[in-house]
Structures are given as C-alpha cells and as structure tokens.
C-alpha cells in the first residue's frame, strides 16, 4: 500500500491521482484548527473531467475543530488519470492522507 498526502485549499485541490489502476483502501481529512469547524467538497473525478456537481462526494461536509473525518468502508476503483480533488471552507486548515493500493 502507497498513501498520498495533501494540504486542502479553499479551491478544488489535487488530492490523490491515478497512476495505473488503484484503489483507495481508506481516507482521512484532518482539520488541525482547534478553534473552528471546517467544511470540505470532495470529488471523485474521471480522468479528464472537471470537480463539478456531477462528481462530488461529500457536500460540504463538516470536520470539527480538532477531528478527524475517516472514510474506510467503501473502496473507489481508479483508472490511469483519475483524481480526488478536495475544496476547503478555510485553506489552510485540512490536510488529507489517502491510502490507496495498485491493482
């Protein structure tokens, strides 16, 4: 297993891409601010595509302050190319780490 790491703008930023084909085994977006809550946009899109409505995820999702949002029950399949993209409320204050593995 290979894990990629980011820091989330307050734009669609590259969270993860493809490089053959992959899956993402588990997710974690951390919201290091103590004092305010943080809501994030995530997209899973095709190779290609754009981070749009068509491709999101997670609506503004809320991370309190301090925590930890842990996606691991589910597994996305990824081709050459595609890409998780993650929109912040406040840059600065998420980072994500993304496991993932070749398959």
């Known amino acids: 297993m290979s894990i990629a790491k980011a820091a989330i703008s307050d734009s669609a930023t590259t969270a993860y891409t493809s490089?053959?084909?992959?899956?993402?085994t588990s997710m974690f977006i951390c919201n290091f601010?103590?004092?305010?809550?943080?809501?994030?946009?995530?997209?899973?899109?095709?190779?290609?595509?754009?981070?749009?409505?068509?491709?999101?995820v997670f609506k503004e999702l809320t991370i309190e302050a301090g925590d930890t949002y842990i996606f691991n029950t589910e597994r996305f399949?990824?081709?050459?190319?595609?890409?998780?993209?993650?929109?912040?409320?406040?840059?600065?204050?998420l980072t994500s780490i993304i496991s993932y593995t070749s398959i």
């Open 19 to 24: 490089s053959g084909s992959t899956a993402i």
């Open 33 to 56: 601010d103590t004092s305010n809550d943080c809501h994030v946009t995530v997209y899973v899109v095709p190779s290609g595509d754009s981070a749009d409505d068509t491709t999101t």
């Open 77 to 93: 399949l990824f081709d050459n190319g595609d890409t998780i993209k993650m929109a912040a409320q406040q840059a600065g204050d």
